[in-house]
């Protein structure tokens, strides 16, 4: 039995909107796309009519902290310096009792889903986000997260991490990267590098993210120069356009590797990323809210770079909506189309996970990672730009052709 859905709208593979379609499920898999006349129907088959409603690829949410959920309403302090701020912040997550930080995971779970968002990306430090996602029905991949405070016994603590790497499986992915190109040696980084190229794993670091960042590797001085430099010389290369110089200079970042935020980064960098083809991940409001400076991304979009979305953590104010993100976004950039923007939290994040064959977009034999949406829409408008200008309601939420979310 098939279990097929009408919609007024669908988002097609191309990028069209196909008006009064139906898409056809089979186990986990999409079976048909196309107009409802077209699409064939069995008498066993459920049949969904979702109405005035809008069926899209899941979205695909880029870079989260789901452990550093048990600090939600923890707020920046003014006076506080970004690099003092993130410091507290992880030993806030560290001292939280586990129960605590599960708790709070599991939720975020919960909103996750109920945005919309069918696969999630997250950097773990403790290791505790892995044990609660292998469980649930997201989509995930998890990111452990490496950073090395003590130098003498960085080489220890990185052949222990790369040993106790958690297994893959069919639901859940793994991955492994230092928090900041500034969180390993260049020796630890290619250990790094060799480790994952041998097993094809998944690479991500936050790159170029703040002004301090910018200033500890071009200026040698400021709150983040001083922290690395408590128990050990300046470690690092001379890069006098920034932590980002510096990555491409010594070859620190491989090819697909998923660079987040590079919010001080240059037009010639955001090149390179390119032809490395190494998506860049953005989180537009946690950026704003942290007052850093925002990530060039009509420069970006110039250079052919592979754009993403994320959420990051605790400091982006509301959900982990991802159409918020794409509101905001809009907002800033009323000359990007909303079709262009789609593709931030569909397909390009897909490419990014080297999985475009299986989601990311509604296509015959694709997974059936599946969201409909409700939004107010005038009918002479393109229902695009008005969906990313509304405040939708997500109806349903379908993955591996399983409907997590019927609000229909």
Request: include cysteine.
């Amino acid at each position: 039995m098939e279990t097929i859905y009408f919609a007024k709208w669908i988002l097609l593979d191309s990028g069209e909107l196909l008006l009064n379609g139906a898409i056809s499920v089979s186990e986990n898999q999409i079976s048909a796309v196309g107009p409802r006349s077209k699409v064939r129907r069995g008498q066993k088959d459920r049949i969904v009519n979702l109405g005035d409603s809008l069926i899209l690829p899941g979205f695909i949410n880029m870079h989260t902290h789901l452990e550093e959920s048990v600090l939600r309403g923890v707020q920046k302090d003014p006076d506080e310096t970004f690099t003092t701020w993130d410091i507290k912040n992880r030993a806030r997550t560290r001292q939280a009792s586990p129960d605590a930080v599960k708790t709070s995971i599991k939720l975020k779970i919960r909103e996750l889903l109920a945005g919309g968002i069918t696969t999630v990306v997250d950097n773990s430090r403790l290791g505790y986000s892995y044990d609660i996602l292998k469980s649930e029905a997201i989509r995930s991949f998890v990111i452990t997260e490496i950073n090395i405070d003590d130098p003498t016994q960085e080489s220890e603590i990185l052949e222990k991490t790369i040993n106790s790497l958690p297994p893959a499986t069919s639901k859940i992915k793994t991955g492994i990267g230092p928090h900041g190109i500034y969180s390993l040696s260049k020796t630890a980084h290619q250990r790094l590098l060799s480790f994952i190229a041998e097993n094809d794993l998944l690479w991500t670091s936050h790159i170029a993210e703040s002004a301090e960042e910018l200033q500890a590797f071009s200026e040698k001085r400021g709150d983040l120069y001083f922290q690395l430099t408590r128990k050990q010389p300046w470690p690092y290369s001379d890069a006098s356009m920034g932590s980002m110089d510096y990555a491409l200079q010594n070859d620190l970042i491989p090819d697909g590797g998923i660079c987040i935020h590079c919010n001080y980064v240059n037009g010639s960098e955001l090149e390179y990323l390119a032809r490395k083809n190494a998506p860049v991940v953005i989180c537009h409001s946690y950026t704003q809210e942290l007052g850093h400076k925002g990530f060039p991304l009509d420069v970006a979009r110039n250079r052919n770079v592979l754009i993403c979305l994320g959420t990051e953590g605790i400091a982006a104010p509301g959900f982990m909506s991802l159409f918020d993100e794409l509101f905001w976004l809009k907002k800033a950039y009323p000359h990007i189309s909303a079709s262009e923007m789609l593709k931030w939290v569909t397909i390009n994040p897909a490419k990014a996970l080297r999985m475009e064959q299986q989601i990311g977009s509604l296509r015959e034999g694709k997974l059936a990672d599946i969201i409909a949406v409700r939004f107010a829409y005038d009918s002479t408008g393109d229902p695009l730009e008005e969906l990313l200008m509304a405040d939708p309601e997500i109806i349903a939420v379908i993955i591996d052709g399983e409907e997590i979310v019927s609000n229909y």
